[in-house]
């Protein structure tokens, strides 16, 4: 009896070791901070306790093509992909419209599996970047990191 309750401990040991493993393909779904169209004000909100420190700059001029304001957060220590990173959020005309979450270049390989495990096939490969347009994502190759974008910007991705 002592061994078998001894065993079943184990079993729920590793069971419960294996549940805690971040599923990977999670990991790379659109944050659900990353509030498309909505306002520097309540993104800015959204993010407390998400950023160890948030930055608000204006871009002057407007790099946006039809704006006539450019902002960008920077939100430092951003959890993801399992590690803290610099998030920056750009808003045209106070709408959240891109989001850059900068990764290392020895994470390329990872991040297009987790994507593709999350969204399907890639709809784009380039040698810069992989980007999987039905989902407004992308990992970059060229510099390492991933976007998100409003489909409101998806003609200027």
Not at 107 to 119: H, I, N, P, Q, Y
Request: charged share 15%; hydrophobic share 45%; glycine share 6%.
């Amino acid at each position: 009896m002592i061994r078998q309750t001894g065993m079943a401990a184990l079993v729920a040991a590793i069971c419960g070791a294996c549940a805690s493993v971040p599923d990977p393909a999670a990991m790379v779904q659109t944050p659900s901070a990353f509030a498309f169209g909505a306002s520097v004000e309540t993104i800015q909100t959204s993010l407390d306790g998400l950023c160890t420190s948030q930055t608000l700059r204006a871009i002057n001029p407007p790099q946006i093509p039809g704006t006539s304001s450019h902002m960008q957060i920077d939100c430092e220590g951003f959890d993801y992909f399992g590690a803290p990173r610099l998030a920056e959020l750009v808003f045209g005309d106070d709408k959240l419209v891109l989001v850059w979450v900068l990764t290392r270049e020895d994470e390329d390989a990872a991040l297009v599996s987790a994507f593709t495990d999350a969204f399907g096939a890639p709809t784009v490969r380039t040698d810069t970047m992989t980007a999987f347009t039905d989902h407004n994502a992308a990992v970059r190759k060229d510099v390492a990191e991933v976007l998100y974008y409003s489909s409101a910007v998806e003609t200027l991705v």
